[in-house]
């Protein structure tokens, strides 16, 4: 097992193996996508922690923006391989520990999307959390994400409520946006927090 009791990397690959992909959505996050389509962010360089098989990754690329994606399991990077292929969009795919990501990403990204990353971590990884995506970004950047309430002890995935975002994440950025959604999917409704964090 990873440190603590989260998931390992091989409880999410046998995951992948099985075909159990029993958080996938089957398209884009829909909070998500109502932002991206109302809110002009410039096409830069963006980042999707925790891909999966990367319905936001497509998304993004089709929309014209620099997407690097980043999955530690093979099963995933796979499948969004597959997905970018079929969708005829190109992506940079990094099958890597989203905390092993390195000084060259330093700065390097105007926005990264959250979903169901944030709660498929152990709660004692979330500051190492909050420090990488406020390195990778740069000032100004957006961290925009849904954030799950499960209302469950135990994870994955992990309980977020309002307060654990307030106190992770109002040092490095400035709480543009935070609020339950009522955009999400069906089996989420009620339990999402949107935000939108500006990196200070
Ligand atoms: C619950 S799934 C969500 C996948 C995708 N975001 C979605 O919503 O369909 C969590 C994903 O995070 C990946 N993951 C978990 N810990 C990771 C880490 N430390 N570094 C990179 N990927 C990780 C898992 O392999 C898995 O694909």
Known sequence: MAE?????????????????LRWDLGEVSPPLRHFLENNPISKDRALVPGCGQGHEVVYLAQNG??????????GATQKLARNLARNR???EVICANFFNLGLEHKNRYNLMLEQT???AIHPTLRNRYVDLVSRVLKPGGFLVGVFYETG????PPFNTTRAHILRHFSGP????????????AEKRQGKEWFAVLKKR
């Open 4 to 20: 603590d009791s989260g998931y390992s990397k091989e409880d999410w690959q046998k995951h992948y193996d099985e075909d159990d």
């Open 65 to 74: 923006f620099a997407v690097t994606a980043v999955d530690y399991t093979k």
């Open 89 to 91: 969009v190109g992506a």
């Open 117 to 119: 990353f944030f709660c």
């Open 152 to 155: 469950e002890e135990d994870g």
């Open 173 to 184: 950025f400035q709480i543009e946006q935070l609020e339950k959604t009522n955009r999400s």
